[in-house]
């Protein structure tokens, strides 16, 4: 357990909202303490989403690109500069109904927290759901991706598919008929759930195909994505399909668990934000895709862990 006074800030998260959180709380001499969590899974691992991506093509300053895991470790240097104290551990319980706020790492059943501190900044992020499909893992980031923004581009002329009926799979396949040959909406009803003005667009643009009550059975390439095999879940019929892009927009799920009955959330499970990065408590700031499900961009993410860490700062200020 760590001994001493609480620190001013913890930042629990280490994606590109939390480490420019990082940046400015360093800066403004509140000697931030970073938990970034683990590499235990691919899916849950510290610089968030970005080290699941290859190139990065639209984040402002680098205009011959840069590969998201580079980003991300450059963003980390510039926060361990101004003296950042980062480590490599996932937060497994908060109390946040008393000040100093308490945070465990490792047995959440020991009565005494690991650290406490004055202020707190949430960037935990959110996990795009994914298919649980075989080589869907292995093929990410070569041909398979869950952000059409960042790697459309990538797929010039070419066939793609994606999955999901929802908003989020109109948004993706629209936005790939910029450049792909022909995008193939895979949904497992017949009816889609996105909005009636997506699907509305949807159906007239005549570079979308759609197959209903399918999913993606089976992906097809060793090192990158070759085509996928269709399975209609009311025939049983398979039918393969040569694709080298597959978008999963299948919904994401904001990292909100150890928050749960302590900060307001949506009913989908984002922590509700206002005046830019407060809570529902005092003290407590959010940034980044666990608050915001409508930009979920690097760049967005970033803006709003600069605003997490001003905010944190006054609110610091005004405390004394
Ligand atoms: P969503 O509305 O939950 O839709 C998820 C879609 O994926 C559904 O069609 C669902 O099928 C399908 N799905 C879920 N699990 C699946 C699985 N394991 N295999 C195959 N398909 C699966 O998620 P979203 O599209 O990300 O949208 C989330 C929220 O953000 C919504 O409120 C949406 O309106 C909003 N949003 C708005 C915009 C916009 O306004 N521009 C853009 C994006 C998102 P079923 O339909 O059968 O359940």
Request: charged share 20%.
């Amino acid at each position: 357990m760590e001994q001493g006074n609480p620190r001013k800030v913890i930042i629990i998260g280490s994606g590109p909202a939390g480490l420019t959180a990082a940046v400015y709380t360093a800066r403004a001499s509140l000697e931030p303490l970073m938990i970034e969590g683990e590499p235990s899974s691919t899916s849950d691992q510290p610089g968030g989403q970005l080290m699941l991506t290859t190139e990065v093509e639209n984040f402002p300053g680098f205009p011959d690109g840069i590969m998201g895991p580079e980003l991300m470790e450059r963003m980390r240097a510039q926060a361990e500069r101004f003296g950042t104290e980062i480590i490599t551990e996932k937060v497994s319980r908060v109390e946040l109904g008393q000040r100093p706020f308490q945070v465990w790492i490792g047995d959440p059943t020991t009565p005494e927290p690991t650290h406490t501190a004055e202020s707190i900044i949430i960037a935990t992020g959110a996990k795009s759901l994914m298919l649980g499909i075989e080589g869907e893992s292995r093929l990410l980031g070569h041909g398979v991706s869950t952000c059409a923004t960042c790697d459309g581009f990538f797929f010039r002329d070419q066939h793609i598919v994606v999955v999901g009926g929802g908003d989020s799979a109109a948004e993706e396949a629209l936005f790939l008929t910029k450049f792909a040959t022909t995008v193939t909406v895979v949904h497992r009803r017949e009816e889609l759930r996105a909005s009636k003005i997506m699907q509305d667009r949807l159906f007239n643009n005549e570079k979308v195909r759609f197959a209903w009550n399918s999913t993606v059975d089976q992906l097809v390439g060793t090192d990158r994505l070759e085509g996928v095999r269709l399975r209609n879940l009311q025939t049983d019929e398979v039918t393969d399909l040569d694709a080298t892009g597959l978008f999963v927009a299948i919904g994401h799920r904001p990292s909100t668990d150890l928050f749960t009955g302590q900060l307001d959330l949506e009913d989908s499970g984002y922590l509700i934000t206002h005046d830019g990065s407060l809570t529902s408590v005092d003290g407590v700031f959010a940034c980044g895709d666990v608050q915001d499900h409508t930009y979920r961009q690097a760049i967005t993410a970033a803006g709003s862990g600069c605003m997490a860490a001003i905010d944190a700062e006054r609110w610091l200020e005004s405390q004394h």
